[in-house]
């Protein structure tokens, strides 16, 4: 008698999991509990009947998940089924404007998610599942950060990840009201509700995203994307919420939710759904009994209080949360401050991209550094930033400047380098240097920065972008050697993947002509600057001379007509005198003119670049000079064509640049 509801029991709970739903709705989690949610990491729901994933404390989990598997695929033919969903969520940072991370709307095979991390990866995967087919995930994520090493297009954008954290496509987060294109912007860490609908059609198949402040559903979505589904689902599937905190921290709340998986899911009411409880305000009536005149001290007190507070700020260095992530050694901006006598003019030893470098001494040591002062005024700036020393300071190469150390006050940051004796490579081969290097001195510094750029390259887990190849950026050390330094400038990015576009950025006459037309630095625009080096080194001259005569302004147009004349060695530095290694002078230039080609593909890479300069590999027969206007070179009038759109060359203008001097005539030349 008692076997046979215990057989069915056992058949149940192995044939078919215990229970599935189709759908359901929770207008807030009010007596909600973990029969309800099944919530893992730090999430907990609060008395209002809120679901709050995270609090505001650094590197943390939070996730809530609908305790019962749902069914994804259609038993009968194995593709995937369709799915609504909507929620109302909030993201409340700790610092105004700065939200860390983001959450995700989930969709996995477990509800532990197991060795995810927090920061960027939201708690869903980890570095070495990231990208793994086998992961069958399927999130939407709400991101306040931009990773560059996922390619995040901004630090307020809404993507669909699928297996991986880089997003299949996103964008920025905001709506369309119905019966207008224009989208209207929504801050995700506003800290107020916003709506979103998930819907997906698996017959089409079709996967739309909407947002909206309000409780209507917006007609249009703001990502609507075509795609397949029934590779990533199992059979049955968990969904809910994961988000996580970086060394930046928001609270993650979620106040709604509704899901159905056989129609559209029902929109939730914004009004009739819990809500944050208000910050607490001073209690009233305490002024109230005040006279005025006790008032009017209070005021002159707390004036004189605050004045007294804010000097003894500026002379204490605050400590924030992320620094403590910052890789390099962190030192104290008194003592480096000190080191350079205040900042003193006599102590400046130029112009680095963004900055004025300084020659200090390492505190408590007669280690002698080169100090770069950045100033970064916004407080998003001074987090990537932050991110970006963290890298540079893992970075070590015989050919590079050793990042050495750091240190940071309000709006400002020192970056300390090891102190090069014999300064940049432009005092030696512009405006009459006193010291003449000789052609092996010259050819020995080429070869040492074609190896440092190469490190830069491929030498490391992740490309890093130099940007701003120039003389000015090769350093020498005591013993001449030639080490590339500021990168000040690098952005990095994922091997065989492609950056986003930024702020062009770079010096005039180094700059790749495509990277005005596209803005994206690639290391096809690094091999362009370089060749331009080469050029320079070899000539003892600018790329772009003043100076000069008309046919002689651009560099690589006067060594390309010379080598068309069958004159190239008429180029070779006068002030080497004859002294040279005409074999090697000549594969220089070739490879010179091979680096600035217009057309990124007929540039080598900086490993073939190294071959050609080792001798390894010679120079390939496209080479040969061309009879006419034609070959590879074609295209180099393009290039004097686009720096008469001066228009567009001034982006690569920066304050500070020793270049910049030199460029400011240039517009009455091109008038003229
Ligand atoms: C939470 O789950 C319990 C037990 O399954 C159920 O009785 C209760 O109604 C649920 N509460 C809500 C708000 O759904
Ligand atoms: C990532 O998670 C997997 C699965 O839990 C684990 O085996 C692996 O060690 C984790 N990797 C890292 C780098 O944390
Ligand atoms: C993907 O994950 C599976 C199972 O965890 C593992 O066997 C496989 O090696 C992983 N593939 C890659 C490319 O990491
Ligand atoms: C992203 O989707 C938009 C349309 O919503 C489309 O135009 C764009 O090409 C897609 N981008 C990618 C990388 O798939
Ligand atoms: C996606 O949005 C479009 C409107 O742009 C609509 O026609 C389509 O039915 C929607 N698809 C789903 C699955 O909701
Ligand atoms: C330098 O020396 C001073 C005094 O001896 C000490 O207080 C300080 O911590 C030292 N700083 C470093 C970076 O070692
Ligand atoms: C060419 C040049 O200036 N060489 C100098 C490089 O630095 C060392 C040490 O500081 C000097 O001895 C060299 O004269």
């Given at each position: 008698m008692l076997l046979s509801p215990l057989l069915l029991l056992l058949h149940l709970s192995f044939s078919i999991p215990p229970s599935f739903s189709q759908s359901f709705f929770y207008n807030g989690f009010k007596n909600c509990d973990s029969t309800n949610i099944t919530m893992n990491g730090v999430a907990e729901i609060t008395d209002d009947g809120i679901l709050r994933l995270t609090d505001v404390r650094s590197r943390l989990i939070g996730r809530g998940f609908y305790p019962d598997p749902i069914r994804f695929k259609s038993p009968t033919t194995g593709t995937s089924l369709s799915f609504s969903t909507s929620f109302v969520f909030a993201v409340v940072p700790k610092y105004r404007q700065l939200g860390g991370h983001g959450l995700a709307f989930t969709i996995s095979p477990t509800k532990d998610l197991v060795g995810a991390q927090p920061s960027q990866y939201l708690g869903l995967l980890n570095c070495s599942l990231n990208g793994n087919s086998s992961n069958h995930l399927f999130a939407v994520e709400f991101d306040t950060v931009q990773d560059y090493e996922f390619v995040d297009i901004d630090d307020n954008h809404v993507g669909v990840n699928i297996n991986r954290m880089r997003s299949v496509n996103s964008t920025r987060a905001g709506f369309f009201v119905d019966g207008d294109s224009t989208k209207q912007e929504i801050c995700l860490h506003s800290g107020k509700k916003i709506q979103a609908w998930i819907d997906y059609d698996a017959d089409i198949p079709q996967l739309n995203i909407t947002l909206s402040i309000y409780s209507k559903k917006p007609s249009t979505p703001i990502l609507s994307l075509p795609v397949d589904l029934s590779p990533v689902f199992q059979d049955f599937m968990y969904v809910g919420f994961s988000a996580s905190t970086g060394l930046l921290a928001s609270s993650h709340y979620v106040f709604g939710w509704s899901f159905n998986m056989t129609g559209k899911a029902k929109s939730l009411n914004l009004h009739c759904l819990p809500s944050l409880p208000p910050f607490k305000k001073n209690k009233r009536g305490f002024i109230i009994g005040l006279s005025v005149s006790v008032i009017l001290a209070f005021f002159i007190i707390a004036t004189g209080g605050a004045v007294y507070v804010f000097k003894q700020f500026n002379h204490v260095d605050m400590v924030e949360d992320w620094e403590l992530d910052v890789g390099p050694q962190k030192y104290s901006y008194k003592d480096l401050k000190d080191s350079t006598k205040g900042f003193h003019e006599k102590e400046m030893l130029g112009y680095g991209g963004s900055g004025k470098v300084y020659k200090g001494v390492l505190p408590n040591s007669t280690t002698q550094i080169a100090l770069k002062r950045i100033l970064k005024e916004s407080k998003h700036g001074q987090k990537e930033f932050a991110s970006e020393i963290s890298t540079i300071g893992r970075l070590r190469h015989r050919n590079l400047v050793q990042l050495l150390g750091w240190s940071r006050r309000k709006g400002e940051f020192l970056l300390i380098y090891d102190f090069m004796s014999n300064g940049s490579l432009d005092n030696y081969i512009f405006n009459n240097p006193k010291t003449i290097l000789s052609w092996e001195q010259r050819f020995k510094i080429i070869n040492d920065v074609s190896n440092g750029l190469l490190y830069l390259h491929e030498g490391w887990e992740q490309t890093v972008l130099h940007r701003d190849i120039k003389a000015g950026n090769v350093l020498l050390d005591s013993e001449l050697n030639g080490r590339l330094g500021d990168f000040g400038l690098a952005k990095l990015y994922d091997h065989g993947s492609h950056p986003t576009t930024t702020k062009v950025v770079g010096t005039l006459g180094y700059m790749a002509p495509e990277l005005t037309r596209t803005g994206k630095p690639t290391t096809s625009s690094d091999v362009f600057a370089f060749g331009a080096l080469l050029l320079e080194v070899v000539c003892?001259?600018?790329?772009?001379?003043?100076?000069?005569s008309p046919e002689e302004l651009i560099l690589v147009d006067w060594v390309m007509d010379k080598w068309r004349e069958g004159r190239l060695l008429e180029v070779v530095d006068s002030r080497l005198k004859g002294e040279f290694d005409k074999v090697e002078v000549m594969m220089v230039l070739k490879l010179g003119l091979m680096c600035s080609s217009d057309e990124p593909s007929f540039r080598p890479s900086m490993r073939q670049v190294i071959r050609y300069l080792e001798g390894e590999v010679p120079l390939p027969e496209i080479l040969a000079p061309p009879s006419e206007k034609g070959g590879f070179v074609v295209g180099f009038d393009d290039f004097a064509a686009s720096l008469k759109k001066m228009d567009t060359w001034s982006v690569g203008y920066r304050e500070g640049d020793a270049d910049l001097e030199a460029g400011s005539g240039l517009p009455e030349l091109v008038s003229g």
């Open positions: 003892g001259r600018r790329p772009i001379e003043l100076k000069a």
